[in-house]
């Protein structure tokens, strides 16, 4: 008989593929198909040693369906006017557009899903003047390898019985007829878009590393209430040229040091490019970049020593990680049930960020507010000094 260490490994083996698509692999730990046994297996041994043998990609398998709620990149949006909806008029806005899955014969279906996941049933999670919202995405799964094998075939064989060519209008035809009988059958992936609504500073700040995906959350957002002015915010200074800056000997601002990463590229395009990790960069090596010509576009940032980040050159907030000394307050409550650590989270993460983005716009200059509403009432520009103001 196999020993047990060896049929996991097996059974990692054969569904490795599975590992790049955590929605499906959810949905068949969900209706306990084949991860049925190999699940209630680990589940009895240590945890670190359980994820690592079976699903090194899948943490959330093993936290019950847990949201995650630490934000790990970050995109920021100007609202062009204050945000007046309460939460419960949010959630009747929101409730038109709750997501409903794929039908039968979609491709595709977005909608707005609690952002508590299977522990909550409100589309709007608020904590004191921040509005938690998560947009839900659900894609059919049809390999293109699956549908040129089918079409081949099928234009093989009726070349064969018809003795006939087949042409293109008729092959775009045949392929469309195959993804529809695929479509019922078809596996799906879903994806959660987290983001939450700053009603104190007007701001929208969204857990995405792409500024697309980010956008199509502010787009849906938009559709669901009508009318939503939001722009992305922007520095009044080059977020490059002060990057460049700091690399090349100036001190960063109070409360910011540099971590150990950075991207630096030449002005010409065969110029080449410098990727340092791990590196410290106040070193004259990285220094003699700056001075050659290069600029920086990355830069791995550290602030009071309770959260690092990297910051890229438009202003995208990647790889964000909150230190230990703030996820500490966590373990010091009595928080054990799923909706109470989540609220506690949210509350610790939304104040730790209520800090840190105020401080990391003023670091570069100030917001450069849109044209519309820099022409705005003077009291209105004055009110905000061009930044975001502190909680």
């Not at 945890?47 to 090194?56: E, K, N, Q, S, V």
């Not at 659900?138 to 060519?165: F, H, M, N, Y």
């Not at 990790?277 to 290069?294: F, I, P, T, Y």
């Not at 307050?329 to 009595?334: D, P």
Request: glycine share 8%.
């Amino acid at each position: 008989m196999q020993s047990f260490f060896t049929r996991i490994e097996s059974g990692r083996k054969i569904l490795a593929p599975l590992f790049d698509h955590g929605g499906i692999v959810q949905q068949f730990a969900e209706k306990n198909l084949i991860f049925e046994v190999v699940t209630a297996a680990a589940r009895a041994l240590p945890g670190r040693l359980a994820r690592a043998l079976i699903f090194p990609h899948n943490d959330a398998l093993f936290r019950g369906g847990d949201c995650v709620m630490w934000f790990r990149n970050l995109q920021l949006y100007r609202l062009g006017r204050p945000f007046e909806l309460t939460p419960e008029e949010l959630e009747a806005r929101l409730q038109a557009n709750a997501f409903q899955g794929c039908k039968r014969m979609d491709m595709l279906a977005t909608g707005w899903a609690p952002p508590l996941g299977r522990h909550g049933q409100q589309l709007v999670h608020a904590a004191n003047g921040y509005i938690m919202i998560c947009a839900r995405k659900e894609e059919k799964i049809i390999p293109a390898g699956v549908v040129r094998q089918l079409l081949e075939d099928k234009i093989a064989e009726v070349e064969a019985a018809e003795g006939r060519e087949i042409y293109r209008r008729e092959k775009l035809r045949m392929k469309e007829e195959i993804i529809v009988d695929l479509l019922p059958r078809a596996l799906t992936r879903i994806t959660n878009q987290f983001a939450y609504i700053d009603v104190r500073q007007n701001t929208i700040v969204i857990d995405s590393a792409s500024p697309a995906r980010a956008e199509a959350l502010i787009s849906q957002l938009r559709s669901t209430l009508g009318r939503l002015p939001a722009t992305p915010v922007k520095s009044k200074q080059s977020i490059s040229g002060l990057m460049t800056r700091w690399l090349g000997g100036e001190h960063p601002p109070a409360d910011f040091a540099l971590g150990g990463e950075c991207e630096l590229r030449h002005p010409q395009p065969d110029g080449g490019v410098v990727s340092c990790k791990h590196q410290d960069l106040g070193a004259s090596e990285v220094r003699n970049h700056v001075k050659q010509g290069k600029y920086a576009v990355r830069l791995a940032l550290l602030w009071k020593e309770r959260l690092s980040c990297v910051l890229h050159d438009d202003l995208s907030i990647k790889r964000l990680r909150f230190e230990d000394i703030v996820r500490e307050a966590e373990s010091e409550t009595g928080a054990d049930d799923p909706v109470s650590r989540f609220d506690l989270d949210f509350s610790i993460m939304v104040l730790e960020l209520a800090e840190f983005l105020p401080g990391l716009i003023t670091a570069l200059g100030g917001e450069a507010l849109p044209q519309a509403e820099s022409d705005d009432v003077p009291a209105r520009a004055a009110e905000r000094a061009g930044v975001l103001e502190p909680a």
